[in-house]
């Protein structure tokens, strides 16, 4: 995904509840430079994030601000990796369908994680082949769909060979690693989910060391709920959001 068009809905609504908002394209993705849609590693994409996410908040207009992750998918691995590397430096996040474990459905077979593994280093760039278009099991929308295919900023193709490896790699580090977060968090899963498994986002908020720590499951809803579904459901989606975030906002500013 890119962050210009795909998350400008996300963005507004949580502007327009008075949040300053920042996003960032991956190497590779939306309008940043890189082969699209190739991931060589995802421990690049974490230092840029860290600097980029880091610098915004250290800017002038945002010193003494409180300090949120959000991240969708991907995106809620990102956010992990994140307070993995500064812990003490984020008051929280909201993680939408983290990619802590790829669904058994989207999951490669197990032959292919061995080919994977011995040849990725030899044909990074090789392409695999996918059963599924993720596109149709990811967002419910049918218009949002096809948004999707006609936008050139977001890749649609087949996996690379080297990103899937990388994907394979940080969720299943992330799956073993629940225990070690410790950040405040909203976790939100729709049960019918078919890419990223909601066993997984169950497990964080049972195992993960916070002592501030809230699950949302939404029954009938797909794996994009930031704005891969009716727009009914999205506006559920963020009433929890906003109301997670307003609670913790209000409480920090009462104790200055």
Known sequence: MECSITMESAAMLLVKAGFAVYG?????????GGLQGYVHNFDNLVEDCCKHFTGMCEREDNKGKMRYL?????????ALLLHRKKPDFWHGAILVAPMCKIADEMRPHPLMMSVLNMVTKLAPQWKLN?????????FKEPQVRQQIRENKYCYKGPAFLKTGYELARVSTDLEK????????????????????DKNVSQQLYKVAASQDKTLKLYPGMWHSLLYGEPQDNIDIVFKD????????????NSTL
């Open 24 to 32: 960032i394209d991956y190497e590779g993705h939306g309008k940043s």
């Open 70 to 78: 959000l991240g969708e998918s991907m995106g809620g691995a990102m």
């Open 130 to 138: 996918q059963n599924q278009d993720i596109v149709d099991v990811a």
């Open 177 to 196: 690693r629940l225990h070690e977060v410790t950040l405040p968090f909203l976790v939100l899963h729709g049960e019918d989910d078919k890419v990223i």
């Open 241 to 252: 959001i906003i109301s997670w975030l307003d609670k913790r906002c209000s409480k920090a």
